[in-house]
T-cell receptor
Framework: DQQVKQNSPSLSVQEGRISILNCDYT??????FLWYKKYPAEGPTFLIS?????DKNEDGRFTVFLNKSAKHLSLHIVPSQPGDSAVYFC?????????????FGTGTRLTVIP | KAGVTQTPRYLIKTRGQQVTLSCSPI?????VSWYQQTPGQGLQFLFE???????NKGNFPGRFSGRQFSNSRSEMNVSTLELGDSALYLC????????????FGPGTRLLVL
């Protein structure tokens, strides 16, 4: 049972425009959310995270939005650059339970067209 | 600071064999988690170790096991390999055990023939 879902397997965006990657989750107990970026043959690289007590976190060109009532988070990349082309995974965790494992979505492949 | 390192990077085994993969976490990190990535299932949690104790285990058969040493380095072992075990095995480390951000190694690509 996939508790974290990324319903768009791929997304293409023109360089300079905004990329919006979406993620939905089913478990309302998740309290910490992360986005990872992955290039082929490499491990995921941490991008940005957000605690459930916030609804927005910004780091440079990357902003993550959390809508707890809709159980939805999104990653905005502005402006998009060709180097952003990669697979993006969202992940969630249950920090209050003491468990340290991440639940991952299936990923969205972003292609930024020069 | 050096990142998470995993050895070997690539491995080819045949069905029925066993394999041991190694992970060295970021210096100072005490938690190590293992994940399996396959095209069909995405990233699936295998198990997590903290201070040499397995704290959490994912939904994998007993053929998958692991351990952590006093220096926080970790190994995972898969016995009686099956074709479906072909995957990228990723190790991630974090400082503590309360859901801090995990940092991933490059992975070990295992091919079972």
């Amino acid at each position: 049972d996939q508790q974290v879902k990324q319903n768009s397997p791929s997304l293409s965006v023109q360089e300079g425009r905004i990329s919006i990657l979406n993620c939905d989750y089913t478990n309302s107990m998740f309290d910490y959310f992360l986005w990872y970026k992955k290039y082929p043959a490499e491990g995921p690289t941490f991008l940005i995270s957000i605690s459930s007590i916030k609804d927005k976190n910004e780091d440079g060109r990357f902003t993550v939005f959390l809508n707890k009532s809709a159980k939805h988070l999104s990653l905005h990349i502005v402006p998009s650059q060709p180097g952003d082309s990669a697979v993006y995974f969202c992940a969630a965790s249950l920090t209050k339970t003491g468990a340290n494992n991440l639940f991952f979505g299936t990923g969205t492949r972003l292609t930024v067209i020069p | 600071k050096a990142g998470v390192t995993q050895t070997p990077r690539y491995l080819i085994k045949t069905r029925g064999q066993q394999v041991t993969l190694s992970c060295s976490p970021i210096s100072g990190h005490r938690s190590v988690s293992w994940y399996q990535q396959t095209p069909g299932q995405g990233l699936q949690f295998l198990f997590e170790y903290f201070s040499e104790t397995q704290r959490n285990k994912g939904n994998f058969p007993g053929r998958f096991s692991g351990r952590q040493f006093s220096n926080s380095r970790s190994e995972m072992n898969v016995s009686t390999l099956e074709l479906g075990d072909s995957a990228l095995y990723l190790c991630a480390s974090s400082f503590g055990d309360r859901g801090e951000t995990q940092y991933f190694g490059p992975g070990t690509r295992l091919l079972v023939l």
